[in-house]
């Protein structure tokens, strides 16, 4: 058994194009949730999203990229360049061959997709580009990332709706673990905010009209937002020994399928991967000082995360503090996961716990410290980071100061 | 009630419930049905196809939208109102 740590992270979300950006956010309870600048937005009952901003592919990329990339791709790919940079990390020989790239989405190319349907069925085209494929498939950006920085290892995407990017990195962290690879980059991203993504979200009619709200009792639903984030997980010793900059420990992982409902949460299923990951990293409950919550602003989400936290945690629960950033950043999906570990490193490295702003009233059933509405300073030994998928798929990991 | 809105409601029901119509009774409400939270996000999906109207309902809190969901009587006094309302 290896010990893996994290030696660098990149992201792009509506709260920032770069770490240090987010992080910013975060400390200042900063909201990235508006009203959502998409074609057909008239059409929308939900009209509001935590849209990546002032986003301009072109500066980025070019044409022939551009033909290639769906915007979950290229929000991929801006990630993680931001945290292969960071880490100082180049990938040749041996290095380059066990080297692989685990990303996490939900909908893949979503934008393409919607896109592309819209000129056959609405505008009656009969011809579509000819990179349709290759450039909506939910593999496309864990490609493109392996293609850009020569990683020739193990590389797939995990696709388990709202938890796909922890499944994706406790699968990284698992290789790294296990001996299989010195290096893993994994993460995850989404891009749904399109006119078919949120229409179909719409339809469950579990969608806020105005704000994301988590653990607060006028809560009113879950707000939907894009981005990526991206983390480089390496061994302990590859990294000491060229002199990395170590941000975090990665020291647990663990899944639980509730094998119950399609939609609705389970308190054990929940509970069982919190347990599992605490096991997992052999580490005392007493140790756990923040989790960052699924959080999702849903009445069902909120009220069920708590009690699971509360049975697996007993009179530790009070003692902890536990936030959903996606009250700023909106519920980014299949890379949310990913987003979110962002403001566990926070905490550990900085001693920075990120808020749940828009926090109003409290909630009988969600009787936690949620870190209402500001940043709070403090000391975090160990930070869990919780993700709960419809279709019952739960994954929890577990971070440690280093 | 109308006729027309009260039978069509009912059959909505009914095929959730997997009843019979003549099994629906108008105090019964939806839980006496059988009929949970995705059940009842699909009933109001069919009532707005069938009737050509928009429902405002939030899973999140089924009471904000104004929409009555206590019972089956109930809930076609709030659709033949919703249809007065968006057919004016």
């Known amino acids: 058994m290896h010990r893996v740590v994290i030696t660098g992270q990149g992201t792009i979300n509506a709260l920032g194009a770069s770490v240090p950006v987010t992080l910013d956010a975060f400390k200042n309870g900063r909201c990235g949730i508006g009203p959502l600048d998409i074609r057909d937005v008239d059409r929308l009952s939900i009209q509001i999203g935590g849209q990546v901003r002032d986003y301009d592919p072109n500066a980025e990329f070019n044409r022939q990229q551009i033909a290639l990339y769906d915007r979950y791709t290229q929000f991929s790919l801006i990630a993680a360049k931001e945290a292969i940079e960071q880490s100082g990390l180049s990938f040749s020989g041996s290095l380059a061959a066990e080297s692989g790239v685990v990303l996490g989405t939900a909908g893949g190319g979503m934008n393409t ?72 980059i994994t993460g995850g991203s989404e891009s749904m905010l399109c006119f078919g993504g949120v229409k179909a979200w719409e339809g469950l009619r579990v969608m806020s009209k105005d704000a994301c709200r988590p653990f607060s009792a006028n809560r009113n639903g879950m707000v939907q937002g894009e981005g990526a984030a991206i983390f480089v997980f390496e061994e302990l010793e590859h990294a000491r020994a060229r002199g990395a900059e170590i941000l975090a420990e990665v020291v647990g992982f663990a899944m639980s399928s509730d094998a119950g409902d399609i939609v609705m949460p389970s308190k054990q299923g929940a509970s069982r991967a919190i347990e599992g990951a605490i096991r997992d990293a052999k580490i005392a409950k007493t140790d756990v000082g923040y989790i960052n919550a699924h959080g999702t602003g849903t009445a069902a989400n909120d009220k069920t995360e708590c009690a699971a936290v509360a049975d697996v945690f007993g009179a530790h629960a009070d003692r902890l503090m536990m936030s959903s950033t996606k009250s700023m950043h909106g519920h980014v999906i299949g890379g949310t996961g990913a987003i979110e570990l962002l403001a566990c490193i926070m905490a550990l490295k900085d001693g920075i716990v990120a808020p749940t702003i828009n926090y109003e009233e409290p909630d009988p059933e969600c009787a936690l410290d949620v870190v209402p509405n500001e940043a709070r300073e403090t000391k975090v030994d160990v930070a869990l980071s919780n993700a709960f998928a419809f279709g019952g798929l739960n994954a929890v990991l577990a971070l440690k100061a280093i | 009630m109308t006729t027309d809105v009260k039978t069509k409601v009912v059959e909505i029901i009914a095929e959730q419930a997997v009843l019979e119509p003549g099994d629906v009774t108008m105090d019964q409400s939806l839980e006496d049905l059988g009929i949970d939270s995705l059940g009842l996000v699909e009933s109001i999906f069919a009532i707005e196809e069938a009737f050509d109207i928009t429902v405002p309902f939030n899973a999140n809190d089924p009471t904000e939208g104004d929409f009555d969901i206590s019972s089956v009587a109930a809930i076609v006094k709030a659709v033949e109102r919703l249809v007065a309302e968006q057919k004016a």
Do not use: I, W
Request: hydrophobic share 40%.
């Open chain 1, 113 to 184: 997709q919607d896109e592309n349907y819209r000129a056959v069925y609405e505008e009656g085209k009969n011809r579509v580009h000819p990179f349709v494929v290759p450039k909506l498939m939910n593999n496309a950006a864990a490609s493109h990332v392996s293609m850009q920085y020569n990683l020739k290892g193990p590389s797939f995407t995990v696709a388990t709706a709202c938890a796909s990017s922890n499944h994706a990195m406790g699968q990284a962290f698992h290789m790294v673990r296990s001996g299989m690879s010195r290096v893993m």
